[in-house]
């Protein structure tokens, strides 16, 4: 696996954004002490990791060619159906968690199930599912914060091994198992060249409509995931939860070099696009910088690194 996140930071794609990230690192660095601390550096790793994991699940999407709008919503559902079989006094996690996780591949499985046979765009179909989902979720709590978790639950968005916060362990172990998945496997091969060329993919024989609704599951699954540390961080199943985390997910893939044309993307390089994000709000914060300001400048960069992809794209035409 080095040697796959090695290659991929040779590449102009990651490797752009491991130098811009190395540079933001100092330029924050000059501008508050408390930045590279251990303590915060924790902190941005622990902060960040929600969104690295859905960004990892919607990086097979996206390289497959699609897109994926209803993270959030997914998010949100699956930390409410978390929350509410994970109360103090009736909680079961070996229930509440693979149910979550279920709910969440249910709805990536609807997702890709549609977009294949219906042939109408992801953009559309996810669009209608986000609002879907969302609605679901607050028909479950009953429109209402779900609370009063168990501490076994709580644990998991909030307590540490070994001195490392639990979600900061989910995070690394996601990122191992979508490197080895992507750049090891025939599923991660052919998820590449159904983005690069639908057709000839089918032509030579790859199940092009399996592998679509494969990559959607993944998607939902992490998207559950994400939901089970995010309610268990807050203490909390909030209906309400993961508005926006989509579009944020979407742009650490698309900073990270990934093509939003498909075929072309790397877990290494999301990851270094979520950190990237992260440390921009973290210097942001430390800086005292205005939240307005934080979001003007946060939309500047996903608006360049689209223009950066697409001018990437076109020089290798």
């Known amino acids: ?3 796959e996140w090695k290659d991929d930071l040779l590449k102009s794609q990651s490797g752009g954004i491991f130098i811009a990230l190395l540079v933001i690192c100092f330029l924050i660095s000059t501008q508050t002490s408390r930045f590279l601390t251990e303590t915060n550096l924790m902190v941005i790793f622990n902060q960040v990791s929600v969104n690295a994991i859905l960004a990892f699940g919607v990086t097979f999407v996206i390289i497959s ?9 997914m998010l949100a559902v699956a930390g409410v159906v978390a929350a509410s079989f994970s109360k103090s006094d009736t ?17 990536g499985a609807i997702n890709g199930w549609i977009i294949v046979l219906s042939k109408v765009p992801p953009f559309i179909v996810t669009l209608g599912s986000m609002t879907i989902a969302r609605g679901l979720a607050l028909i479950i709590s009953d429109g209402r914060p779900v609370s009063d978790l168990s501490e076994s639950f709580n644990f998991i968005g909030n307590g540490d091994f070994l001195g490392i916060p639990i979600p900061i362990i989910f995070l690394l172990i996601t990122f191992l198992f979508c490197s080895i998945l992507l750049n090891k496997t025939v599923f991660g091969r052919y998820v590449k060249a159904i983005g690069g060329n639908e057709t000839a993919s089918f032509v030579s024989g790859i199940p092009v409509d399996r592998i679509k609704c494969w990559v959607y599951v993944l998607s939902g699954i992490f998207a559950a995931i994400g939901g089970i540390l ?3 961080r807050i203490n909390t199943g909030q209906p309400n939860a993961g508005l926006g985390f989509e579009l ?6 698309i900073i990270g070099g990934t093509s939003t044309r498909g ?3 790397s877990i290494i390089g999301t990851l270094l696009g979520v950190l990237f ?3 921009i709000n973290n210097g942001l914060d430390l800086m005292n910088v205005s939240a307005y300001w934080q979001q003007v400048v946060m939309g500047g960069i996903i608006i360049l690194a689209v223009v950066i992809d697409r001018f990437y794209q076109n020089t290798k035409k």
Request: aromatic letters at 2%; hydrophobic letters at 60%.
């Open 1 to 3: 696996m080095i040697k």
């Open 65 to 73: 060619g699609g897109i994926d709008l209803s993270l959030g919503s």
């Open 91 to 107: 909680g079961n996690l070996w229930i509440s968690l693979p149910l979550a996780l279920l709910v969440g591949a249910l709805m």
């Open 230 to 232: 995010l309610a268990a």
């Open 248 to 253: 944020d997910a979407i742009a650490a893939v």
């Open 263 to 265: 075929g072309k993307g």
């Open 277 to 279: 994000i992260g440390v």
